[in-house]
T-cell receptor, first 115, second 112 residues
Framework: GAVVSQHPSRVICKSGTSVKIECRSLDFQATTMFWYRQFPKQSLMLMATSNEGSKATYEQGVEKDKFLINHASLTLSTLTVTSAHPEDSSFYIC???????????FGPGTRLTVT | EDKVVQSPLSLVVHEGDTVTLNCSYEVTNFRSLLWYKQEKKAPTFLFML????IEKKSGRLSSILDKKELFSILNITATQTGDSAVYLCAVEPYSGTYKYIFGTGTRLKVLA
């Protein structure tokens, strides 16, 4: 089946720094990818839709200047958490829809801890 | 506002028990409902349901959708400790966008 990878799997950074998370579709092209955030014991919350070749679409309440999304190619989307704060600590997951089905393929997630 | 509600929030059973997880939804322009199993990392796909009354089955897991009453159930029979996970229900409310709304999940723990 289709595979989506994320890098890094885990990152710890200091307050005020920026962190970039990569999401790659390994064996298929993804013109659209989705970024989710999941706090402990809570469900996945859609943050934004990443569109190849155009601007990302952000969900209500998500700051686009804080969570920069770049979909530079058909296999890569990046999420940059700028000026990170401890409240940004969370599990970030990306996904990409399959071309032949309605299901989404999720990456393994990135656990961000901001100290 | 679109929403997906799952119940119970958590459940503890013993191996061999049968469990039923519930997912109700209120969304516009329903397209599909999906069930995922999440252990420590990203969710893994279980079922996709689009039509009422048609049961999807995979081993000890099965699921059915009721579009009239706006809910779905996920059944797990003869539970095993490996079934311990969070089970997520997601609904795609807009046609063709793949934008899913997730429920809060049901945390299942199966004791040996």
């Amino acid at each position: 089946g289709a595979v989506v990878s994320q890098h890094p799997s885990r990152v710890i950074c200091k307050s005020g720094t920026s962190v970039k998370i990569e999401c790659r579709s390994l064996d298929f092209q993804a013109t659209t990818m989705f970024w989710y955030r999941q706090f402990p014991k809570q469900s996945l919350m859609l943050m934004a839709t990443s569109n190849e070749g155009s601007k990302a679409t952000y969900e209500q309440g998500v700051e686009k200047d804080k969570f920069l999304i770049n979909h530079a190619s058909l296999t890569l989307s990046t999420l940059t958490v700028t000026s990170a704060h401890p409240e940004d600590s969370s599990f970030y997951i990306c996904s990409a829809p399959g071309l032949t089905s309605y299901e989404q393929y999720f990456g393994p997630g990135t656990r961000l801890t901001v100290t | 506002e679109d929403k997906v509600v799952q119940s119970p929030l958590s459940l503890v059973v013993h191996e061999g028990d049968t469990v039923t997880l519930n997912c109700s939804y209120e969304v516009t322009n329903f397209r599909s409902l999906l069930w995922y199993k999440q252990e420590k990392k990203a969710p893994t796909f279980l079922f996709m349901l689009t039509s009422s009354g048609i049961e999807k089955k995979s081993g000890r897991l099965s699921s059915i959708l009721d579009k009239k009453e706006l809910f779905s159930i996920l059944n797990i029979t003869a539970t095993q400790t490996g079934d311990s996970a969070v089970y997520l229900c997601a609904v795609e409310p807009y046609s063709g966008t793949y934008k899913y709304i997730f429920g809060t999940g049901t945390r299942l723990k199966v004791l040996a």
